[in-house]
């Protein structure tokens, strides 16, 4: 079992991805797919009136800030656009994928969390009404159901708290919870970069290995939002799967090139 997560950010060829998937399906490889969706999501929002807001921690993690009507253009993209684009692809590639968030047969758990610490000016501000969380606990019930059926799942946040409300969470910690939980062997987490950069943007000075032991120590490379990336591969790792790699979504076969190494292997 391998879980492939793919992000959302501009460059990222859904073409090339769904394609290379269909192959690897089709050869026999059982797989859930993971998908973001934050450059469209902005897009989208500004278009709507409502731009996005991004808010930092005090411990430099940076999250986008979710009220009501930002869950609501998130649900629009992450749900609609971008999920049924994907299913849609694999279903033309004769894979018979089905499409849920987290909130569906509430299959990513966890607490809503309402107010954020945000710096702004160098101050600590709270911001209340915020419907963001991290994943706890992974229902695979409906996952397994679907895999022994034949259908590929292709899963996206929203998640869904303990009380049933609709939460914001990071795709690629999700992910990770999803391969634990499915004892996957391998996560891929597909990006827009060939993988962690040492020295980002500078694509020659991309970190080959990461030693499953060390991987926190890598966060010292990661900017902004790659943080969460290297985080969720701690996690996974911890978790008992096996291999994590950090790969480039832009172009070519960039599933089978991610197993074959390309990127970074943490392991
Ligand atoms: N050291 C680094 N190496 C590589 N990328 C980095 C680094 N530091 C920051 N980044 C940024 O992290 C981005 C990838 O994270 P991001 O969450 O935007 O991607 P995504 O997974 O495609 O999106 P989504 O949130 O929609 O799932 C890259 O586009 C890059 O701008």
């Not at 991987?215 to 490379?221: D, I, K, M, N, W």
């Amino acid at each position: 079992m391998i879980v492939v997560k793919v992000g959302g950010s501009a460059g990222i060829d859904y073409g090339a991805v769904c394609a290379d998937i269909a192959n690897l399906w089709k050869s026999g490889q059982k797989l859930v797919l993971v998908h973001g969706g934050s450059g469209e999501t902005n897009r989208v929002a500004e278009a709507l009136g409502h731009p996005p807001k991004f808010v930092t921690s005090p411990s430099g993690y940076t999250s986008r800030f979710t009220d009501r009507q930002t869950l609501e253009i998130f649900e629009m993209v992450y749900c609609g656009k971008i999920n049924k684009g994907i299913v849609e692809r694999l279903q033309r590639l004769g894979v018979n994928a089905v499409g849920l968030s987290g909130l569906d047969g509430r299959i990513f758990e966890g607490k809503h969390k309402d107010s954020v610490r945000s710096v702004e000016g160098g101050k600590v501000k709270v911001l209340r009404g915020d419907h963001t969380g991290t994943v706890e606990k992974v229902n695979t019930g409906l996952i397994e159901l679907l895999l022994g059926a034949g259908y590929l799942p292709v899963l996206t946040p929203p998640a869904v708290s303990y009380e049933g409300v609709a939460i914001n969470v990071d795709g690629d910690r999700a992910a990770a919870a999803l391969a634990v939980a499915l004892k996957a062997s391998t996560m891929l987490l597909l990006s827009n970069v060939p993988g962690l950069l040492r020295d980002y943007p500078d694509e020659a000075s991309l970190i080959r290995t990461i030693a499953a032991s060390d991987v926190e120590s890598y966060l010292e490379f990661a900017q902004d939002r790659m943080k969460k990336k290297v985080l969720g591969a701690a996690e996974a790792v911890k978790g008992g799967v096996g291999r994590v790699i950090f790969g480039d979504a832009r172009a070519g076969e960039p599933v089978s090139a991610a197993l074959a190494g390309a990127g970074t292997v943490v392991q």
